[in-house]
C-alpha cells in the first residue's frame, strides 16, 4: 500500500515564524499536492509539483511556498505564519495526473497559529 | 471554481439503515471519484465511475452517475457505526489537471 507521512499531526506556531510542513511518499510517485481543509469549504488545492524541482500554483497559493528537492517529498512553507493560515493541511501523491488517477493522503497536519 | 457540492451536508441515521449522500458538479467530466475521511484524518479513496457508467457496485457501496443531471449519489448499505466520517466527491477541475473537492457531507451513524 502507498504511504504518505506527514510529519506532524499537530502543529502549535506564533504569528510571524517560518513554518515547514513536511510529506514523504514511499510509491515513487510523479505528483505530489498541499490542500487546505476548513470547514465548510472543503479541500483547497495550494501547491502541486509534478516533477522534482518542479511546482505549480493551485488555487490559494498567497503565503505558502513549496520545495521538491527529491522525488519522495515535498515541502510546505509558509514564510511568515498569520492566524489565517490555521486550518488542516493534507499532502497528497498520485502516480500519474488525470481523471483515472487516485489521490493517496496523508493524516494531515492540524496547524494552530496564534 | 468548485466543481462538485454534496447534499446533504449533514445526515444522521440509525446503524443498519442506508445512507444516501449525492452530489452535483458543474462542467462536463471523464470520471468522478468518492473519499471518504474519518475525523481529523486523511481521505480514503472508495470508488471511480467513469462517465460513460450509470452505476457501481463495491461491497456495500453504490454509485450512480447521471450525466445529463450532472450529479452522482453514493448510497451505504446496512451502515454500521465506523462509517460514521464526511464523504467527498471529486471531480477535475477546468483544465483537466487537479481535482477538485466539495465541502462534503458528513454521515453519522448511531449505534
Known amino acids: 500500500d502507498v504511504k504518505v507521512t506527514q510529519s506532524s499531526r499537530y502543529l502549535v506556531k506564533r504569528t510571524g515564524e517560518k513554518v515547514f510542513l513536511e510529506c514523504v511518499q514511499d510509491?515513487?510517485?510523479?505528483?505530489m499536492f498541499w490542500y487546505r481543509q476548513d470547514p465548510g469549504l472543503g479541500l483547497r488545492l495550494i501547491y502541486f509539483?509534478?516533477?522534482?524541482?518542479?511546482?505549480e500554483k493551485g488555487d490559494i497559493p498567497e503565503g505558502y511556498s513549496v520545495s521538491r528537492e527529491k522525488k519522495e517529498r515535498f515541502s510546505l512553507i509558509l514564510e511568515s505564519a498569520s492566524t489565517n493560515q490555521t486550518s488542516m493541511y493534507l499532502c497528497?501523491?498520485?502516480?500519474?495526473?488525470?481523471?483515472?488517477?487516485?489521490?493517496?493522503f496523508g493524516s494531515g497536519t492540524q496547524l494552530s497559529v496564534l | 471554481s468548485q466543481q462538485g457540492e454534496e447534499d446533504p451536508q449533514a445526515l444522521s441515521i440509525q446503524e443498519g439503515e442506508n445512507a444516501t449522500m449525492n452530489c452535483s458538479y458543474k462542467?462536463?467530466?471523464?470520471?468522478l471519484q468518492w473519499y471518504r475521511q474519518n475525523s481529523g484524518r486523511g481521505l480514503v479513496h472508495l470508488i471511480l465511475i467513469r462517465s460513460n457508467e450509470r452505476e457501481k457496485h463495491s461491497g456495500r457501496l453504490r454509485v450512480t452517475l447521471d450525466t445529463s443531471k450532472k450529479s452522482s449519489s453514493l448510497l451505504i448499505t446496512a451502515s454500521r457505526a465506523a462509517d460514521t466520517a464526511s464523504y467527498f466527491c471529486?471531480?477535475?477541475?477546468?483544465?483537466?489537471?487537479?481535482?477538485?473537492f466539495g465541502p462534503g457531507t458528513r454521515l453519522s451513524v448511531l449505534p
Open positions: 509539483s509534478y516533477d522534482v524541482k518542479m511546482k
Open positions: 471529486a471531480t477535475l477541475d477546468n483544465y483537466g489537471q487537479n481535482f477538485v
Open positions: 462542467t462536463s467530466i471523464n470520471n
Open positions: 497528497a501523491s498520485s502516480f500519474e495526473l488525470g481523471a483515472n488517477e487516485k489521490l493517496f
Open positions: 510509491m515513487d510517485h510523479e505528483n
